[in-house]
Structure formats: structure tokens, C-alpha cells
């Protein structure tokens, strides 16, 4: 089993700016890709920033140059530093991990439980 657990919503005015973070544990053998994903009332879900399996990032376009992606691989961790927030920028926000389990050396693919965004105008 692997557990993702996130941190650092909030309700911010619109400039403002909001960290999240997303720590996974358990049996894990080794995270491939880990990344951030939002989901608005009555919209999908939605890729914001991810480290790929390869080590490199995408981010979406409507947050490039004002979100930043960033990871502690000792700590299996996540960050994601909102700048500039927006109030479209309002939604939750999931961590999602895909990797290997010990001992079996199984894929997994997690989801966080979400962690409410909310930027006022």
C-alpha cells in the first residue's frame, strides 16, 4: 500500500501566493512520476505540473511561469508553489504518484485525497 498525503490549501486573495506539498509513504520500491493535478466544480480533471518518468516537467499552460514544481526524492515528497494566483485558479488540488511497490515490484498509481484551493477576487 501507498499512502499520499497533501498539505498547504487554503483561501488566499487573488496575487497571493500558497505552497502545497504531497508526501508519499509505504511499500514503495521507486516513484517514476509524481505530480499535481485540479479539478473545478464541474470541470474535469486536470494535469497542472508533473515530474515524468524520464526526470523532466510539464506544466499546463494556464499556470506556466507562475506555478513551480519541485521534489525532495529523499523524502518522496512534492512541492508546488503557487505565485500569482488567480481566482479560475480555484479548485481542489490532487497529488498523484505512479511507481514501484516492495516486494513485488508492482505498479501503483495513487491519488491524494485533495486539498481545497480557494482564491478570492
Known amino acids: 500500500q501507498v499512502q499520499l498525503v497533501e498539505s498547504g490549501g487554503g483561501l488566499v486573495q487573488a496575487g497571493g501566493s500558497l505552497r502545497l506539498s504531497c508526501a508519499a509513504s509505504?511499500?514503495?520500491?521507486?516513484?517514476?512520476?509524481m505530480g499535481w493535478y485540479r479539478q473545478a466544480p464541474g470541470k474535469q480533471r486536470e494535469l497542472i505540473a508533473t515530474?515524468?518518468?524520464?526526470?523532466?516537467?510539464i506544466y499546463a499552460v494556464s499556470v506556466k511561469g507562475r506555478f513551480t514544481i519541485s521534489r525532495d526524492n529523499a523524502k518522496n515528497t512534492v512541492y508546488l508553489q503557487m505565485n500569482s494566483l488567480k481566482p479560475e485558479d480555484t479548485a481542489v488540488y490532487y497529488c498523484?504518484?505512479?511507481?514501484?511497490?516492495?516486494?513485488?515490484?508492482?505498479?501503483?498509481?495513487?491519488w491524494g485525497q485533495g486539498t481545497q484551493v480557494t482564491v478570492s477576487s
Open positions: 515530474f515524468t518518468s524520464d526526470g523532466s516537467t
Open positions: 498523484n504518484a505512479r511507481g514501484l511497490t516492495i516486494p513485488t515490484i508492482s505498479p501503483f498509481d495513487y
Open positions: 509505504g511499500s514503495i520500491f521507486s516513484i517514476k512520476a
